[in-house]
């Protein structure tokens, strides 16, 4: 079972660049979140979707856009990176209201922004 | 909205000494709770739920916690660790209906000493 995986590991940006940190799921569940993880800080919601076709701002939206391209895709998009959003970035799914109604993660990416 | 303090930042212990990790939360309504572990470089694994019923949940690996509502609490014990349980441990808290989006604490490392 695969779970959630996202790409890449790892990335170094410089200022200013762009990217997008790409996330999938195979397990079938609709909610899907995106969290950065910093140290002191523990995880932060950036953006979540509940469902396909929708999404939602966090706690700590600003320089981030997500699409939610299918049930399985959630991606997340720096347009114009800086420094500050140097962090680790988690991919999560759930099947909110379900028995197994926890998050399962990805293994993170690494974001340096020089 | 909901919020989750966990206590202490770190905590060091040696080997085979018992250990208690703190979770208090706050929450408007009723409330799912999690504890998660992340070992170095990897992403979160649930180690424990509370949904509903007995109040004392258990993991595979010889922890336990125990929801305690009046005191708004989900502490974490373990009786005897081993250095195997080094890592960081995370407090949850999603509410049991609605958004069930996840809440994290601040995290706590856990450094078991030989």
């Known amino acids: 079972n695969a779970g959630v995986t996202q790409t890449p590991k790892f990335q170094v940006l410089k200022t200013g660049q762009s990217m997008t940190l790409q996330c999938a799921q195979d397990m079938n569940h609709n909610s899907m979140y995106w969290y950065r993880q910093d140290p002191g800080m523990g995880l932060r919601l950036i953006y979540y979707s509940a469902s396909e076709g929708t999404t939602d701002k966090g706690e700590v939206p600003n320089g981030y856009n997500v699409s939610r391209l299918n049930k399985r895709e959630f991606s997340l998009r720096l347009e114009s990176a800086a420094p500050s959003q140097t962090s680790v970035y988690f991919c999560?799914?759930?099947?909110?209201?379900?028995?197994?109604?926890?998050?399962?993660f990805g293994q993170g990416t690494r974001l340096t922004v020089v | 909205a909901q919020s989750v303090t966990q206590l202490d930042s770190q905590v060091p212990v040696f080997e085979e000494a018992p250990v208690e990790l703190r979770c208090n939360y706050s929450s408007s309504v009723s409330v799912y709770l999690f504890w998660y572990v992340q070992y170095p470089n990897q992403g979160l694994q649930l180690l424990l739920k509370?949904?509903?019923?007995?109040?004392l949940v258990e993991s595979i690996n010889g922890f336990e916690a125990e929801f305690n509502k009046s005191q708004t609490s989900f502490h974490l014990r373990k009786p005897s660790v081993h250095i195997s349980d080094t890592a960081e441990y995370f407090c949850?808290?999603?509410?049991?209906?609605?958004?069930?989006?996840?809440?994290f604490g601040r995290g706590t490392s856990l450094i078991v000493h030989p």
């Open positions: 999560a799914s759930s099947a909110p209201g379900q028995a197994n109604t926890e998050a399962f």
């Open positions: 949850a808290v999603s509410p049991s209906g609605g958004s069930y989006i996840p809440t």
């Open positions: 509370y949904l509903s019923g007995s109040t």
